[in-house]
């Protein structure tokens, strides 16, 4: 972490973003020692295209990666990790056959306590976890695992707040927008160097059972869930590598009742959101189906961005 004498003498900023898909089996394929059960590989085009993240990560070094997952679910406001040290074992409740994984994280309490009141100001409802006992929902766990597996970067996690989206899409996003804008200004007065990730697939809808359940990375079963879905995948993939953040965020409500899509949870429009919604080429490093629904690894590169842009 940064010394107060080098906080002083910077503004925080953020360094860029990533579309982070979390389906456990990228974890479960990887078999790391902090996961309990074993598997013969799978899903390595997603896998391995965080590759790239991790690389990037190693070179920006930031102080901070900040992430907002749709499997930490809050019914009565934003929830912000508070706590300074967590570990627990987080299971998916879905596979636990899957994912079993012993986590061990070190959270920046200073940068939470900061994205927490800022959220307050921006008229949000928002709320610390200050349990040490907390289970970290998996969401949270495979995005920043996959991004760096070493842990040896402080992390800050975000709730889904599920009220507003649950019944209506524009107040969500709203929300959204805001909550983008307060961890904003919390990174800026905090003098952090972050890295964001929207902890989320594309299209969600996806196999109401394992195609094998013998042997679940069985990659001759894996497929998307339909055409339409892929195509409705594509075309949000298109808009993201050419930089049109206005017309993604014009299909967005579309995107999201056609296809189920689980950036309705708003990670991705936090994430934009506090970039500023930079528009500027997405960079996509792979894309990929699990249990039918719509994966793809992307980065926002602010060091890209013309000078003057936001943020």
Request: charge should be negative.
């Amino acid at each position: 972490m940064p010394k107060p004498a080098e906080l002083e003498a910077r503004t925080g900023k953020i360094l860029g973003g990533w579309l982070a898909p979390h389906p456990p089996h990228l974890v479960y394929g990887e078999n790391p020692v902090q996961n309990e059960p074993r598997s013969r590989g799978g899903w390595e085009g997603l896998r391995w295209a965080y590759d790239h993240c991790r690389l990037r990560i190693k070179e920006q070094r930031p102080d901070v990666i900040i992430v907002h997952s749709p499997h930490w679910q809050t019914v009565v406001g934003h929830h912000v990790l508070a706590v300074k040290h967590l570990q627990g074992l987080s299971v998916d409740p879905i596979f636990p056959h899957l994912f079993r994984y012993r986590f061990n994280l070190e959270v920046d309490t200073e940068l939470a306590e900061a994205i927490y009141d800022e959220s307050r100001q921006c008229g949000l409802t928002a709320k610390r976890m200050t349990n040490p006992n907390f289970r970290v929902d998996y969401g949270t766990i495979v995005s920043l695992h996959m991004m760096n597996p070493a842990w040896d970067i402080p992390v800050v996690a975000i709730s889904a707040n599920n009220s507003p989206y649950f019944y209506d899409d524009d107040i969500a996003q709203d929300e959204m927008t805001r909550l983008g804008v307060a961890t904003r200004a919390a990174i800026e007065k905090t003098g952090r160097r972050a890295v964001l990730a929207a902890s989320n697939t594309l299209s969600h809808l996806h196999f109401s059972r394992e195609p094998n359940p013998e042997l679940p990375e069985d990659m001759t079963r894996e497929h998307v869930y339909s055409q339409a879905q892929y195509e409705w995948d594509m075309r949000v993939i298109t808009l993201m590598r050419s930089g049109k953040t206005k017309e993604l965020m014009a299909i967005l409500p579309e995107f999201m009742r056609e296809t189920f899509a689980e950036v309705k949870a708003g990670s991705l429009t936090w994430m934009l959101s506090a970039m500023g919604f930079p528009e500027i080429p997405a960079k996509f490093y792979g894309y990929g189906s699990v249990i039918g629904t719509g994966n793809a690894v992307m980065e926002w590169d602010l060091s890209q961005q013309a000078p003057g842009g936001a943020p």
